[in-house]
């Protein structure tokens, strides 16, 4: 259950209850695709790092270790040892895009394994029943992300089969959730809007799916090669028809300055790779702009990769350290970049809703909007 509990314009703080645990919004959900951060962050860690939800990967999970396995272990909470609350997404977006072969229809997609290559077929049904199996807190609507990009026509009819898919998700999720056996009862769906970058689908798809009352409504579709300004522009046309009541979530996106661009435009959740993916390329997000860690003018620098950050490995080492670990391939170099990362996200996230919850917000997103994308 979402509660709204302060704006600042368009910028919503609120308190998301879940079965796992409440979140605290706006959040950065962490990623870890196969049931682990890249980069050998455990969930110990991520307590440390002040990570609220984390995100997991269906398809990932269903090809390996196999969600059978998963829930003959008692879930994915159990397997990988953290308590709060897990969003897994619907494999839809990952077998759209790692998938080879892959073959449309209505019933589903039918496609090869990026790993063996045997076949596979997903349709709405299989999504839930894996989530069920993974018993995440939130579960994601199967859906088909349109490439970027396509026609208007071949993006309506998609949309219009995403919605009959999404009815599909719902009645599936309500019959399992049902079941004595499944691990978590009490599972969350969240429906995702489509159609490509055209105005009138973006907002005919999302009055459809409102009309559902999920958990929560998602973005998705967007971050995947169109400009930023047409990003933002569809979510200032979209998020006028989001249901006030529920949490709303911008897919795949983004870089610090996306992230505040969003909440000032009514979003309340995020994810992406970028942060953990940056980290193992030693660059690092500072308050002041983004640091390559191999630059050789940090040879001899004794002082943190940021001054005002207070995570693990800016409390203990320095920049001529990191970037040593860096050169001499060392797996700790991943280990502490990513944990630097992954903290400065989610006390970005912490920042900004102190500063909603102060009524400075706009002063927040002038300072930093476009400083914390910058190159340093
Ligand atoms: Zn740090």
């Given amino acids: 259950m979402y509660t709204l509990l302060t704006k600042n314009g368009h910028a919503r703080r609120g308190e998301f209850k879940t079965v796992h645990g409440t979140v605290q919004t706006p959040a950065f959900m962490n990623v870890g695709t196969a049931a682990a951060i890249k980069g050998g962050i455990s969930s110990y860690d991520l307590v440390d790092l002040k990570c609220q939800v984390e995100l ?23 397997f990988m040892g953290w308590e709060r609350p ?17 073959k449309i229809k209505e019933e589903g997609v039918y496609f090869n394994s990026h790993v063996d290559g045997r076949k596979i077929f997903m349709g709405p049904e299989e ?78 798809h999302m009055q459809e799916i409102a009309k559902l009352d999920l958990d929560g409504y998602a973005i998705g579709g967007l ?9 933002y522009h569809i ?22 300055g996306n992230i505040i661009e969003a909440v000032a435009r009514g979003v309340d959740l995020f994810d992406c790779v970028m942060p953990s993916r940056n980290a193992r390329h030693g660059h690092l997000n ?73 009524g400075t917000f706009p002063e927040f997103r002038d300072r930093y909007s476009t400083l914390l994308d910058t190159r340093i």
């Fill in 56 to 78: 997991c990967n269906t398809y990932h999970l269903h090809v390996r270790p196999g969600d059978d396995l998963i829930y003959e272990l008692g879930g994915l909470h159990r």
């Fill in 86 to 102: 897990i969003l897994t997404d619907s494999g839809g977006f990952q077998v759209f895009s790692l998938a080879s072969l892959r």
């Fill in 127 to 204: 999504s839930m029943r894996i989530q069920s199996h993974l018993a995440s807190t939130i579960a994601m609507a199967f859906d088909e992300c349109v490439e970027n990009p396509s026609t208007h026509e071949y993006s309506k009819h998609s949309c219009e089969r995403t919605t009959r898919w999404l009815y599909r998700c719902k009645d599936e999720m309500e019959r399992l959730n049902a079941r004595h056996d499944t691990i978590n009862k009490h599972q969350m769906l969240f429906g995702i809007n489509q159609g490509c970058v055209f105005e009138d689908l973006r907002i005919a």
């Fill in 223 to 231: 971050a995947v090669g169109e400009s930023t300004e047409e990003m």
């Fill in 235 to 256: 979510i200032d046309m979209v998020e006028p028809f989001m249901p006030a009541g529920k949490p709303r979530y911008l897919m795949g996106v983004g870089t610090p």
């Fill in 286 to 358: 500072t308050w002041s702009g983004i640091r390559n860690i191999m630059n050789a003018k940090y040879q001899k620098d004794d002082t943190p990769i940021d001054e005002e950050c207070d995570c693990p490995t800016c409390r203990r080492h320095s920049k001529a350290y990191l970037r040593h670990l860096f050169k001499a391939n060392e797996m700790l170099a991943m280990r502490l970049a990513v944990m630097h990362n992954l903290y400065f996200y989610n006390t970005l996230m912490e920042k900004i809703r102190e500063a909603l919850e102060q």
